[in-house]
């Protein structure tokens, strides 16, 4: 692939982003090598940032009008280059007309006008889809953008050429997707300090988040070398799926940013155990481990609500739906691993089809011995109508927990309609877990 980067292209790379160091030109041998998202960068705020009428909180970007109401643009501290030559905005909130810009720009670039409509900028508009390109015309490239979207914006610098002329001239091909599928590529003039990404806003409430740093390759290429381990999963809220490794990306400001991810089949006879193991406690560990109804509240943490049990590694807690814990084991931290697993009764026979629909019950099954009643949560009308449902509950049976291969303990608990569902609840920034669908059978 370097052998498509003349000596004299080499040069300009260098008069264009200083000295090319041997890693940057590895980059460019390796750079379809890449899968999807492999390499996330905090997003640091730094004071080559620059911005007007956009607030900048963490990853987070909002608009914040003037009594003008222009145009809001942010323009990040650094280019793309051959080591980190794509980024992705996830649209968190389109505001009152979603009129949000993303895309490259020159530093040069006004502060007060959409990304692609000036000079040195290449933009997409969430509002309708299209392309601008230096003020031309749109391109319709797809439909309106919605909340929950990622964008992304990358450069290929393997396909560099050069433009014609004296002056200095390298045109590069500039790429953009949208959740996970690339929408269209077109062809732009690389300006004298590279192309920086960005984001222009222009209506109340848009909110935006950066993800900077990273390297992409085609949907069909990185399925050929990666095993996302997507079809495990049934739902996935506010956590991002890395081969095994759950990584979470909600805000982690509150209770409602609670990130959810959800197995896509229940437990069973079979596969009665799942592991996580704690790669990252992120800022507070608010990480928990348990088994959820297949309805259950995407920004809820597992226990929190009816149909529902859950291990809490940051204070060692068990919750058994409701907000309210009792103690139960240690403290789990990084390294730990905390395990979940369901004891089946001897001649249950399991009747659970892979969507967690449910056949007949086991007769045996019925008997209920000890029960520890789910209590209450009045905050959740929806909640409290599900469990009144004479058809929600379908048996009961243990529940354990464990740590490091040990047992914590264990509680009886009543068994939803249609099985329990291996979840994982994660609460504050920069928190990821490995996780282990299958380690036991039997």
Request: hydrophobic share 30%.
């Amino acid at each position: 692939m370097l052998s498509c980067v003349s000596p004299h292209l080499f040069e300009l790379l260098k008069r264009l982003f200083g000295t090319v160091h041997d890693t940057t030109m590895e980059s460019l041998r390796n750079l379809q090598s890449y899968p999807v998202l492999r390499m996330k960068c905090s997003v640091s705020h730094d004071s080559d940032v620059t911005h007007e009428r956009v607030a900048l909180d963490g990853d987070f970007l909002s608009y914040a009008p003037d009594e003008d109401d222009r145009v809001g643009v942010y323009i990040a501290g650094h280019p793309l280059t051959p080591d980190t030559c794509y980024y992705e905005t996830e649209i968190i909130d389109t505001g009152m007309d979603g009129s949000i810009s993303i895309g490259l720009c020159s530093k040069r670039c006004p502060l007060d006008v959409h990304i692609g409509c000036v000079a040195e900028s290449i933009g997409l508009m969430t509002d309708d889809g299209s392309l601008y390109r230096e003020g031309s015309k749109g391109t319709q490239l797809c439909t309106r953008c919605e909340c929950g979207d990622r964008i992304g914006c990358g450069i290929r610098f393997d396909q560099l050429t050069e433009g014609r002329g004296d002056a200095i001239c390298m045109m590069v091909p500039v790429y953009f997707v949208r959740n996970g599928k690339e929408l269209g590529t077109m062809l732009v003039s690389l300006p004298m300090g590279g192309l920086y990404p960005a984001v222009g806003m222009h209506s109340i409430g848009e909110e935006v988040r950066l993800f900077l740093g990273l390297n992409w390759v085609p949907e069909e290429d990185s399925l050929m070398s990666v095993d996302t381990n997507e079809e495990e999963w049934y739902r996935l809220s506010d956590i991002r799926l890395n081969g095994q490794v759950l990584e979470y990306t909600g805000r982690g400001k509150s209770i409602i940013d609670v990130g959810l991810a959800q197995a896509r089949s229940p437990l069973n006879t079979t596969i009665h155990y799942f592991e996580i193991e704690i790669v990252d406690p992120g800022e507070s560990c608010y990480i928990a481990i348990g088994l959820t109804r297949r309805d259950y509240p995407k920004h809820r943490h597992p226990g929190w609500n009816k149909g529902s049990i859950g291990y809490h590694a940051d204070d060692g807690k068990i919750f058994i739906g409701s907000g309210v814990g009792a103690p139960f084991g240690p403290r789990c931290h990084k390294g730990d691993r905390m395990g979940c697993g369901i004891l089946f009764p001897r001649d249950y026979v399991c009747q659970y089809d892979s969507d967690g629909g449910s056949i007949e019950l086991s007769p045996s099954s019925q008997t209920e011995v000890d029960l520890l009643e789910l209590s209450p949560d009045s905050s959740d009308s929806e909640d409290e109508d599900w469990w009144n449902n004479e058809c929600a509950v379908e048996f009961s049976s243990k529940v354990f927990f464990t740590r490091n291969g040990k047992t914590v303990g264990m509680r009886q608990v009543h068994i939803p309609k249609g099985g329990f569902f291996p979840t994982i609840g994660m609460l504050s920034v920069q928190e990821k877990v490995r996780v282990d669908l299958r380690p036991l059978t039997g």
